[in-house]
């Protein structure tokens, strides 16, 4: 016998059939009206945030009698790619396995066709770990030379180089934290797909003073959002965020990372994440002779961290410091 899924879950333990029109999109959420009350903390806000943001656009619209692995792979998992790191994707792929599971329990389907699809590869190496994940101060020159065409994407990449800032405090940054007269940045909050939050520690939460280019750069670009605000019809605010798109949304919160992987695709740029641009920040700052207390205070880690973090800069310097006290010395060869 068959039943028409409403939107609202059934009675707790109550088995339901599927109707063959029934979608992705209208099973999920109701797995979700089950399971919310269960999940603690902020997990339903970030569950919400994956089945509207993800779920939804990409296969909420196939019916899940008829949904296999192939569709679930080309439809969901290669399109999120591009735009998602690979631990983001099997945090989908794990929370969209829980409901095909529920749904197998039910007896809704048969059995789970998406367990075996073929995710990227989640990397060892973390967004703390530098090695590699940096750029030389000619790479970096070359890569802002190369994104000069979009003052939105040119900005954030160049905030991101010159302070050392974490990409979602950059995001969470609003004009009225930017003081232009004493030109500093005030830095207390941070966001990503899930919100917008307090920084990620007391740390994290402080000042970073900006150079005379840096506030240059911004003051352009304020002017250009003022603009692109009064095309659309809208009036610029001081708590209005930072960096916005063309069409005067957020801008996306993968946009450093496409901007980093565009530059590599088209111009040869060495691919890093959006966090190598705050390990190049340091290793640069470590390698021109910042002392480590100032790099640690700009970053918004402690010194501990700095020098665990950044210890082949460090180790750097003392090479360099070794041959600067043998060119002094001048020992003599003939000895």
Request: aromatic letters at 10%; hydrophobic letters at 35%.
């Amino acid at each position: 016998m068959w039943y028409v899924i409403h939107p609202s879950a059934p009675p707790r333990g109550e088995k339901i059939a599927l109707n063959d029109n029934v979608t992705v999109s209208h099973w999920v959420d109701i797995y979700y009206d089950r399971k919310k009350s269960k999940w603690k903390g902020t997990t339903p806000k970030t569950y919400r945030n994956i089945i509207d943001s993800f779920i939804k656009p990409f296969i909420g619209q196939f019916k899940l009698s008829r949904f296999t692995k192939s569709i679930y792979q080309s439809q969901f998992i290669d399109r999120l790619i591009p735009i998602a790191a690979p631990k983001s994707i099997a945090t989908y792929h794990n929370f969209f396995i829980g409901c095909i599971n529920a749904a197998v329990e039910d007896e809704i389907i048969d059995k789970n066709r998406i367990a075996k699809a073929e995710l990227p590869r989640v990397e060892k190496q973390n967004n703390d770990e530098v090695e590699g994940n940096y750029l030389t101060l000619t790479e970096l020159t070359h890569l802002l030379n190369c994104i000069r065409q979009s003052i939105s994407r040119y900005t954030l990449i160049a905030l991101l180089a010159a302070t050392g800032m974490r990409r979602g405090e950059a995001k969470a940054l609003r004009w009225s934290e930017v003081d232009f007269t004493k030109k500093i940045i005030y830095i207390s909050r941070t966001r990503d797909f899930y919100g917008e939050r307090s920084a990620k520690t007391i740390n994290s939460i402080r000042s970073i003073d900006m150079t005379d280019d840096l506030a240059k750069q911004l003051e352009r670009y304020r002017i250009w959002c003022i603009e692109k605000k009064l095309a659309y019809g809208k009036q610029h605010q001081d708590d209005d965020l930072i960096f916005i798109s063309n069409t005067c949304k957020p801008l996306n919160q993968e946009a450093a990372r496409l901007t980093l992987i565009q530059m590599h695709e088209i111009y040869g740029v060495k691919l890093i994440s959006p966090h190598g641009l705050r390990h190049t920040f340091a290793t640069i700052s470590i390698s021109s002779g910042t002392p480590p207390t100032t790099v640690a205070k700009i970053l918004g880690m402690t010194n501990s961290t700095l020098l665990k973090t950044y210890a082949h800069s460090f180790a750097e310097r003392e090479k360099q410091a070794m041959q600067v006290m043998n060119q002094i010395l001048n020992f003599d060869k003939s000895l």
